[in-house]
């Protein structure tokens, strides 16, 4: 039986067996897992058929745990159900999980194994997340590549029809679950030969109906939970062995033969490894090196690690091993060795019949949140099985020099097949590189005979990020699950990269380098920094160059270089011949491109045909001339901290920390994003002095905290660069003083925000503003020198502005720069404005998310403080818990001022009663009345030091530390919750609610997207009616939900609807009023977002279009004008004058459902339209009340 | 019994009314109102290659934008299984349309590559327009491109598509030639059915707040006939081809006027959007109502009457206003010698 080869990653692989063998799937987004959700959802929406002939209903619930609760609904009524899931989201599955595994329902959930959030959030891959599901009763079925993901899946949904027990179908998070692979595809009919339709039958029969009625879901007495809890004891018994049997039925049909337990190696092993996972590829590839070479080693595959059959794992051991290293991928502090390990050892120990010795077990850590485990490990563990006593309880793959667990190892050893062609590619993802990449990987895939593997790397940025391509060909299956470090082929498709971060280290001698270069092919050599000129010459490499940008540029592709560079990829690597692969190329360029427009096509193959004129080799000269080298990551005058650790990641050195060079606890410095300059603007605004009518707008936008504006006395300018540009303040009030608007040249992502709000023009060339774009490197240098001279100018006093007016809260310092948020990001310019108003006296819980990740995401943090060290204090819990996070907050801020206000009568004789008083009765309204507080806290502070120091043994002087140690909470402080629509209105929402009733001083703002931004554009509760969103392929159905007007109905709580763009003034009112407010506030912010679908450039006109077609009513509410018997709420927006069409259709959110089923866009616009005018009207006719009497 | 009948292209139509590109020709039952309202036949909106080429190419900018950028997001739409990215949606609109109406319905082109104009013009016809128009919106604004390419662009263009087609065509033109005339008389011989004049561009306005340019398309007004009938008169009878006034018709007169002046039909729009479809119905009864008064028998009988050929003085035709003020005071010479 012949079935087709395909290149596709586990993710694509686990789902496609999961949506034939379905009904329901209940889905939930969450990294790395969320693409088999999506595509459940894509199959669904393109109607795609399961065995059985019927489209599987796929849902989207509002969290992992709705979705698990949804699953076990289906479940307990007969459907064949499964989900998707990792990470936190299996976590929050645990619970229905128990109850699943106790009522024996035979489900399969597919998860991405990975890390859980601990001292740190990790996205990325181990077995954390599956390992703390092990007590729940189900079984865990391991697959370890891409093409055991999809023959696993296939034989665990066989198998717990079977069995009746629950399976977790689980494969390594990244490195399997989105490593791009050609496997085998299973077909249709071996779905239907696996699973048998009597047991379907059977598991529909077991369910709920009331034709058959009875009960489920008891509760028990200690009389007999006990017995009944031991009633499934058989059926576990006999899992293994199901399990096995199905593998066989398996590969009776297919060929390929499972076990429960596979080994690979030496028969006669000395040594053996027992691993799970992605590790088990790597290792095997390690072992076969090794056996080959004569070393007696062999490694054991787990497949099923629950339950765990000591039966067949002892059956699979070589009986000649004398030594055995167990690998979890997981961490459990504190345990007496991981959990593979202990029931390794457990397995030993029953099994001992005194017949054999039994072998010496180490067990050890490897691979957490995806760090690398390379042949070069296995070697490692398998050099200290050597030893007479090798180290226990080790780690491999760090240097750990706190507490001296890690082997080592020699990172040179290698077992990388030469007949493999290894290619890496180092290109920015707006470049379109990985794509390009996966397209090479399915033309090599599809039109060769040779295997093919692809994995990618992103850095943590949203703008200007990095991504590393990985790409191996070979004639043998590749077992390599790991990233390449020698490679024959190395591409950089960004010039500037080169002075950047290092990356020939990973050529081969006589490798092919590849490089995108603006400089022509005799005039290269002299722009290379010296180390790379070295290294070339050195390893003899072959140097191709290219003007990928200018051929993209002719040919109408614009920065999109994707397939100008990957036409010179087979062009001179050789793995095709060049008239086939460009041909390949194109016939894959129509299949990629061909339903976006012939147009499009064409522009591609012109793109194609244009490359190899422009495609030269470069004679490398012998000798090393260059001047110049690598920048260092950081800045000279940089803290410790960041010198040591923060630039050693910048750098892509990481991994080569050692364990004491990281906080113990998650505790990082703030204000690190300052000392990553970034350098991604190819154009920056350039500030024309002249016409400028200081307004203060391009700084209240810019996202990235990189335009700013200082008034400052003249004297200051003593010693300005000659460059450094100034005028008169335009402030009646600071008549006198001088006024400069600075842009940071390396921080600036050149979005062109501030260009686009400049409302002045050049009355003599009308395209000129006060601001304009200007190519950034020429004047890098100089610009760099006044924002030095910038940054030092003081910055502005407090107590002089006037916070109300945009004009002047812009002059005030922000808290908040430099994030590695999208380039014209919606969401920063509230979160900077908030830390302009009220940074230095501000805690920030921050729900997960983008918010999280630009604020969060190691290596720097843009959260930053001020001169006197004080500014936001910021933490980011979990996705689901925010509100209750930041309410935490609160509670803390609420007892310790309670207690301190107990504590400091007790002093008045001490600090004087006039002190006391004034504390305790100081109004904190203004920024002057907060710095006079400060000043009396300061004074309290220090007598306070004065006693203690004077009589430290007087039994008050304990007190009196204790008061000291709380005092600062006499300064009024503000708490801010602040997450995205997600965690908003669905996730969250349980929690957020219950804080917004709690009637506590806190301040929620939602970054209101409409979509899961995050994970990749997700529906959402708040997605409106009518947009396109994953999970919503034919448009949502349903109205955006209206979260305001939820939480305006309990009255209590101070509710606003910004949209900066639409009113700045509006916006600053709002969150001034929620600050002030004493009780709960919610502002909900509208925050344009790349996966808007249009050039964000337009965000604020976007916005503006928003609020005039009344899909987004500008309001406040306030409880307090209740309170004077006058309306709460006061609508801050005009009646709607725009089309609602004018504005949606400016985004492809919509248009894209315009254009793929335009009667269902019709449709929904029309409903749209009714939803804009009821809401308008509601709201009128609410805002027209007499707050007195309600009419 | 009055004759009200005339042929356009070749085709037979029961008047001379004829619906012109609107918003209206969008929705087949606005089309179908118009047919009941009294039209002839209907000439629709135009299919426009360059929006076709840069909706595709929006499309696959903003699907390509951010994605493969970030780990956790690496795309942030879903794949749908097609877009309506070439001419179907208009080419299902002409089937829908002839299904819906007996009256002949014309295909409206606005090509902008020479493939693309041929391509479309097959698929119009296939998709069963019974003629086409070719709506050349062409603004010459680059000072290196000479009158002559223009023209010889224009005529390399109609005899393109007409070789490629079997149904009529016709050439939607602007005024804005040297010599018009004989520029006419080359359209016709290179292969056009017919002529359409003229094309209305949009006139870019200033706000003078923003300090922006600001496109603006207004409607047309009765004034703007008079171009357009100068024109229709001046070829009628000499230009091998036939002739439709696009513009500007707003009335009774309006249409009267036309085809004196010798065209085949009076296409309209502007008053149709400001008065609703059944004006046209009420246009037809008045138009009926004064060739009864006047004892006209006929639209053939009319048709070309006051064109160039036919008037007493075809000089009125080609006097610039110019003479014609100083013709105005000549008397007064005479009486004041």
């Known amino acids: 039986m012949s079935r087709s080869m395909v290149t596709l990653d586990a993710n694509e692989a686990a789902a496609y067996i999961a949506h034939h063998v379905s009904e329901v799937i209940a889905i939930y987004p969450i990294t790395p897992s969320s693409a088999m959700g999506e595509w459940a959802d894509q199959w669904s929406a393109e109607n795609k058929k399961n065995i059985w002939g019927t489209t599987p209903l796929v849902v989207e619930m509002q969290s992992e745990g709705g979705a698990a609760g949804a699953v076990h609904g289906a479940l307990q009524t007969g459907s064949l159900t499964t989900t998707f899931t990792a990470s936190q989201g299996l976590m929050l599955m645990l619970p229905n999980m128990y109850k699943i595994a106790g009522e024996l329902t035979a489900t399969v959930f597919h998860i991405a194994a990975r890390a859980l959030a601990a001292q740190a959030l990790s996205i990325f891959g181990d077995h954390q997340d599956v390992m703390a599901a092990r007590a729940t009763g189900w079984a865990l079925l391991c697959s370890n590549s891409v093409q055991e993901a999809m023959d696993l899946a296939l034989i665990a949904h066989a198998a717990t029809l079977k069995a009746r027990v629950p399976i977790l179908h689980f494969f390594d998070g990244f490195r399997t679950s989105s490593e791009v692979m050609k496997i085998e595809q299973l077909d249709e009919d071996d779905m239907r030969f696996m699973i048998d339709d009597e047991l379907v039958r059977a598991h529909r029969a077991r369910a709920l109906s009331p034709d058959n009625p009875f009960m489920r879901g008891a509760a028990q007495n200690p009389d007999v939970y006990f017995q009944a809890r031991e009633t499934v004891n058989p059926f576990y018994a006999r899992m293994p062995q199901i399990i096995q049997d199905t593998m066989n039925q398996f590969a009776a049909r297919v060929g390929r033969q499972y076990h429960l337990f596979d080994y690979v190696g030496a028969p006669d092993a000395e040594r053996v490894m027992v691993i799970m996972g992605s590790g088990g590829e790597v290792a095997q590839e390690a072992v076969e090196f090794m056996h080959a070479r004569g070393d007696k080693v062999g490694v054991l595959k787990v497949h099923l690690y629950r339950p765990f059959s000591v039966e067949h794992f002892m059956a699979a051991l070589p009986k000649t091993a004398q030594k055995i290293a167990v690998l979890d991928r997981t961490k459990e502090p504190g345990s007496a060795g991981e959990p593979l390990y202990q029931d390794v050892v457990t397995a030993l120990m029953e099994s001992a019949d005194g017949a054999r010795p039994m072998p010496r077990v180490i067990g050890g850590r490897y691979g957490l949140a995806s760090k690398e485990f390379t042949p070069a490990m296995v070697k490692g563990v398998f050099d200290e099985l050597k030893k007479p006593n090798p180290k226990n309880h080790f780690t491999i793959g760090i240097h750990d020099d706190v507490s001296h667990t890690s082997l080592p190892y020699d990172p040179h050893f ?57 790409l191996r060909f070979g004639p043998k299956p590749i077992h390599s699950s790991y990233l390449i470090r020698s490679a024959n082929f190395v591409a950089c498709h960004q010039f500037n990269f080169l002075e950047r971060f290092e990356m020939l280290h990973v050529a081969d001698h006589g490798a092919i380098f590849l490089l995108n270069s603006p400089f022509a092919p005799d005039a290269v050599w002299e722009r290379l920094p010296r180390s790379v000129q070295q290294t070339i010459v050195e390893k003899q490499l072959k140097l191709y160059v290219i003007d990928a940008y200018k051929v993209a540029r002719e040919t109408g592709m614009g920065g999109r270089i994707n397939t100008v560079m990957q036409t ?108 990553e300059k970034r350098n991604i603007a190819l154009e920056i605004p350039v500030w024309d002095k002249d016409i400028c009518i200081q307004c203060g707008k391009c700084v209240f936008v810019c996202p990235h905290a990189t335009i700013r504006a200082k008034v400052y006395d003249p004297q200051c300018l003593d010693g300005a660069p000659e460059t450094f540009k100034h005028v008169p303040a335009r402030w009646k ?37 006060a601001l304009n774009m200007m190519p950034q490197p020429p004047i890098r240098a100089r610009e760099n020198e006044n924002w030095a001279f910038f940054s030092r100018l003081p910055e502005m006093d407090r107590e002089k502005v006037n916070l109300h007016l945009v004009k002047d809260s812009q002059l005030l310092e922000p808290l908040f720069e430099f994030s590695g948020a999208c380039s014209g990001c919606g969401e920063t310019p509230y979160l900077r404005l908030i830390t302009q108003l009220f940074g230095e006296r501000a805690y920030v819980a921050n729900a997960t998310g983008c918010s999280s990740i630009y604020g969060g995401n190691l290596p720097t943090t843009p959260w930053t403080h001020n001169d006197a060290g004080r500014g936001p204090a910021w933490s980011n819990s979990l996705f689901e818990d925010n509100a209750e996070f930041g309410l935490g907050f609160r509670l803390t801020l609420d007892k310790r001022l ?34 006079k507080q400060r000043g009396r806290v300061q004074a309290l502070k220090e007598k306070l030091e004065a006693l203690i120091t004077q009589s430290p043994n007087v039994p008050i002087a304990e007190t009196a530390r204790h008061l000291c140690s709380i005092a600062d909470i006499f300064v009024k402080k503000t708490v801010w919750i602040v997450g995205g629509d997600g965690w908003a209105y669905d996730i969250g929402y349980g929690g957020l609610d219950h804080v917004l009733a709690s009637g506590r001083n806190v301040n929620i703002i939602v970054l209101d997207t409409e979509v899961y931004s995050n994970t990749g554009g997700q529906m959402s509760k708040s997605t409106p009616r009518g947009a396109v969103a994953k999970f919503a392929a034919g448009g949502k159905a349903t109205a955006k939900k209206d979260l305001a007007m939820l939480a305006i109905s309990y009255g209590s709580i101070y509710v606003a609807r910004v949209a900066m763009g639409a009113s700045d003034t509006q916006t600053i009112r709002a969150l001034l009023e929620a600050e002030a407010y004493d009780g709960p506030s919610l502002i909900i912010a509208y925050s344009h977002c790349i996966a808007h679908g249009y050039d964000m450039a337009h965000g604020l006109d976007q916005q503006k279009a928003a609020v005039a077609s009344g899909y987004w009513p500008l309001f406040r509410y306030d409880p307090r004008l209740a309170a004077q018997d006058k309306n709460p709420l006061q609508l801050d927006s005009k009646a709607p004058t725009l089309p609602l069409e004018k504005y949606v259709y400016n985004e492809t959110r919509y248009t894209m459902l315009k254009q793929s089923n335009e009667a269902a866009a019709e449709k929904l616009l029309a409903l749209g339209k009714k939803d804009v005018a009821a809401r308008w009207k509601l709201y009128e006719t609410l805002a027209q009340t007499n707050g007195k009497d309600g009419k | ?14 008047n001379p009314l004829v619906p012109s590109s609107s918003p209206l020709m969008q929705q087949v039952d606005d089309i179908k109102r118009l047919e009941d309202a009294g039209a002839a036949a209907v000439a629709l909106h135009s299919l426009f290659e360059e929006q076709i080429a840069r909706e595709s190419f929006a499309l696959d900018h903003y699907l390509n934008y951010g994605s493969e950028s970030f780990t956790e997001a690496i795309s942030y739409f879903p794949q749908m299984l097609g877009y309506n990215r070439g001419a179907e949606g208009y080419l299902e609109h002409i089937a829908k349309v002839k299904q819906a109406v007996q009256i002949p319905v014309i295909g409206s082109l606005n090509g902008f590559s020479t493939g693309g104009w041929i391509e479309y013009a097959r698929e119009i016809q296939q998709a069963g327009a019974d003629a086409l128009e070719l709506n050349v919106y062409y603004v010459a604004a680059d000072p290196a491109q000479t009158s002559q390419a223009i023209e010889q662009m224009y005529l390399d263009l109609v005899r393109e598509v007409v070789k490629s087609v079997t149904v009529p065509v016709a050439v939607k033109l602007p005024h ?26 949009y006139q870019p306005d200033f706000d003078l707040e923003s300090l922006e340019v600001v496109p603006s398309l207004t409607l047309s007004h009765s004034n703007e006939l008079r171009l357009r009938l100068q024109w ?9 081809a036939d002739l439709a006034v696009t513009g500007g018709v707003h009335s009774a007169e309006d249409v009267l006027k036309c085809m004196m002046a010798g065209a085949n039909v009076a296409m309209m729009t502007s008053v149709l959007l400001e008065r609703g479809i059944p004006y046209l119905g009420a246009l037809l009864e008045s138009v009926k109502a004064w060739m009864n008064d006047h004892e006209y028998e006929s639209i053939a009988q009319m048709r070309g009457s006051m064109s160039y050929k036919n008037v007493a003085q075809p000089a009125a035709f080609e006097r610039a206003n110019y003479m014609r003020v100083l013709q105005a005071y000549e008397p007064r010479f005479d009486r004041n010698p």
């Open chain 1, 414 to 470: 290698s077992t990388e097949d030469p007949a493999t062609t290894r290619a890496i590619f180092y290109g920015l993802g707006a470049d379109g590189t990985v794509g390009a990449n996966k397209n090479s990987i399915k033309i090599i895939g599809d039109e060769t005979a040779l295997y093919a593997q692809g994995y990618f790397v992103y850095d943590s940025k949203k703008s200007g990020s990095t991504t590393t391509s990985h």
């Open chain 1, 568 to 675: 010179c990829f087979f062009a001179i690597s050789g793995v095709l011949p060049r008239a086939e692969a460009i041909a390949a190329i194109k016939h894959s360029i129509e299949k990629t491109y061909g339903k976006r427009g012939k147009v499009v096509v064409e522009k591609n193959f012109a793109a194609v045909d244009a490359t190899l004129a422009n495609l030269y080799e470069v004679q490398v000269p012998t000798n090393v001339t260059s001047a110049f080298d690598l920048r260092p990551p950081v800045a000279a005058g940089a803290p410790a901290f960041v010198q040591n650790v923060t630039a050693e990641i910048i750098a892509g050195r990481g991994d080569a920390l050692p364990v004491s060079a990281l906080p113990v606890d998650g505790t990082y410095p703030s204000g690190t994003a300052k000392w």
């Open chain 1, 733 to 769: 009030e600071f008549e006198g003083l001088r006024y400069t608007l600075q842009v940071s040249p390396e921080d600036c992502t050149g979005c062109t925000l501030c260009v686009e709000v400049c409302p002045v023009k050049n009355k003599s060339e009308t395209r000129l503003k």
């Open chain 1, 898 to 931: 309670e207690f301190a206000r107990e504590l400091l009568p007790q002093f008045a004789s001490v600090v004087g009663q006039e002190l006391v008083d004034g504390i305790l009765n100081a109004a904190q309204d203004t920024e002057a009345e907060l710095l």
């Open chain 2, 1 to 14: 019994m009055l004759d009200l009948t005339t042929t356009y292209l070749g085709l037979a139509l029961k």
């Open chain 2, 176 to 201: 804005f030639f040297t010599a018009f005339a004989n520029f006419a008389q080359r359209i016709a011989w290179a292969g056009a059915d017919g002529l359409v004049l003229f094309n209305r561009f």
């Open chain 2, 232 to 240: 229709v008169a001046m070829v009628y009878g000499r230009v091998e």
